[in-house]
T-cell receptor, first 113, second 114 residues
């Protein structure tokens, strides 16, 4: 079974631009979560989607948003990029809303200049 | 406030010996705990988990121990192998979360020397 895939793997953007990251979960998994990893703050939860609905949101500004499609694929969007948004963005999938174990993709490395 | 803490940023162990990685948490609503391993330029890989109704869970060379009264868990790797060298994260979740939100510790870098 294929793992979680994320595209693109690397991205360089300029301050003020916006960016969209994509995630395809493991086949059959219906819950998708997003995390941000930075050297200073570690791994922090952004949001989680299940059945196209956002069920939980971390402590991030409204510039961070996401959505999930009917095939469980998910996208996250960051608008008006700031230098501090440079990070590794990780997507994780789990079988359903009752399963704690999450399986992570390789991440998208975003650099904001 | 850090609800999940890994107080040792690094740990060095000789190949074949036991590696013990520790994790403390403060939120008493956490009822499920997980350990992940992360290599550079890769996403975290799920290793082992434990529910709060248990105090021990084993999977091959990996054993997780949970001490609820101390709000402490540990991951034991026996015997340690050079391929185990990576950053290890503990994570916690709880029934107070509407979704599958994991709260992570800061990680411990394990180095297993041949």
């Amino acid at each position: 079974k294929a793992g979680v895939t994320q595209t693109p793997r690397y991205l360089i953007k300029t301050r003020g631009q916006q960016v969209t990251l994509s995630c395809s979960p493991i086949s059959g998994h219906r819950s998708v979560s997003w995390y941000q990893q930075t050297p200073g703050q570690g791994l922090q939860f952004l949001f989680e989607y299940f059945s196209e609905t956002q069920r939980n949101k971390g402590n991030f500004p409204g510039r961070f948003s996401g959505r999930q499609f009917s095939n469980s694929r998910s996208e996250m969007n960051v608008s008006t990029l700031e230098l501090g948004d440079s990070a590794l963005y990780l997507c994780a999938s789990s079988r359903d809303s009752l399963t704690y174990e999450q399986y992570f993709g390789p991440g998208t490395r975003l650099t904001v200049t | 406030d850090q609800q999940v803490k890994q107080n040792s940023p690094s740990l060095s162990v000789q190949e074949g010996r036991i590696s013990i990685l520790n994790c403390d948490y403060t939120n008493s609503m956490f009822d499920y705990f997980l350990w992940y391993k992360k290599y550079p330029a890769e996403g975290p890989t799920f290793l082992i988990s434990i529910s709060s109704i248990k105090d021990k869970n084993e999977d091959g060379r990996f054993t997780v121990f949970l001490n609820k009264s101390a709000k402490h868990l540990s991951l034991h790797i026996v015997p340690s192998q050079p391929g185990d060298s990576a950053v290890y994260f503990c994570a916690a979740s709880g029934r107070n979360n509407a979704g599958n939100m994991l709260t992570f510790g800061g990680g411990t870098r394990l180095m297993v020397k041949p």
